[in-house]
């Protein structure tokens, strides 16, 4: 089992619709989890990151977090063209007294004009 | 505003040559990783270090080896380079590895042929 699970897609939405993006990990004791965008060719950069159940929003991107089912995910409302990109999850596992970050293998989102 | 620094950029090696990848951050942060990632594949961690002189493996570690001097360098070394090895390799670096993001690097494009 991967430790840090992602579709890879392509998750095609059209212009100005919710994009739902999933993750599930294996390490029940992760305590810290994030969300990075990456453009082609670019460097991974943080767009969220959430540490407790629930929800977390900030602006048009919402991080929802569900310990018990193991499952982070990232909802972008109103979706623009410019938000294509491939999506991230990243999970802070830890290893022995410290900790290593593990990611999925992303999830490509095309958004139609 | 430096950041994270990788280099070289871009570089070609042929099957069995050697070389290091540097990395240096001027943040001064605890945590540096080596990542590699392949055509649409999400991060693959190569090895971690949490300070000076302390370093891990990660997931992929077989054909690399890392050493952790300063705070500030994280060289990644390539030992009999393979085509396997042919991949962007990303250098990130956070302040503590459980609640702060990490800050990537540009990458270094490397073939291996």
């Known amino acids: 089992q991967k430790e840090v699970e992602q579709n890879s897609g392509p998750l095609s939405v059209p212009e100005g619709a919710i994009a739902s993006l999933n993750c599930t990990y294996s390490?029940?004791?992760?305590?810290?989890f994030f969300w990075y965008r990456q453009y082609s060719g670019k460097s991974p950069e943080l767009i969220m990151s959430?540490?407790?159940?629930g929800d977390k929003e900030d602006g048009r991107f919402t991080a929802q977090l569900n310990k018990a089912s193991q499952y982070v995910s990232l909802l972008i409302r109103d979706s623009q063209p410019s938000d294509s990109a491939t999506y991230l999850c990243a999970v802070n596992m830890i290893a022995d007294s410290s900790y290593k970050l593990i990611f999925g293998s992303g999830t490509r989102l095309l958004v139609r004009p | 505003n430096a950041g994270v620094t990788q280099t070289p950029k871009f570089r070609i090696l042929k099957i069995g040559q050697s070389m290091t990848l540097q990395c240096t951050q001027d943040?001064?942060?605890?945590?540096m990783y080596w990542y590699r990632q392949d055509p649409g594949m999400g991060l693959k961690l190569i090895y971690y270090s949490v300070g000076a002189g302390i370093t891990d493996k990660g997931e992929v570690p077989n054909g690399y080896n890392v050493s952790r001097s300063t705070t500030e360098d994280f060289p990644l070394r390539l030992e009999l380079a393979a085509p396997s090895q042919t991949s962007v390799y990303f250098c990130?670096?956070?302040?503590?590895?459980?609640?702060?993001?990490?800050?990537f690097g540009q990458g270094t494009r490397l073939t291996v042929v």
């Open positions: 390490d029940r004791g992760s305590q810290s």
């Open positions: 990130a670096s956070s302040y503590s590895p459980g609640f702060t993001e990490a800050f």
């Open positions: 943040m001064n942060h605890n945590y």
């Open positions: 959430i540490y407790s159940n």
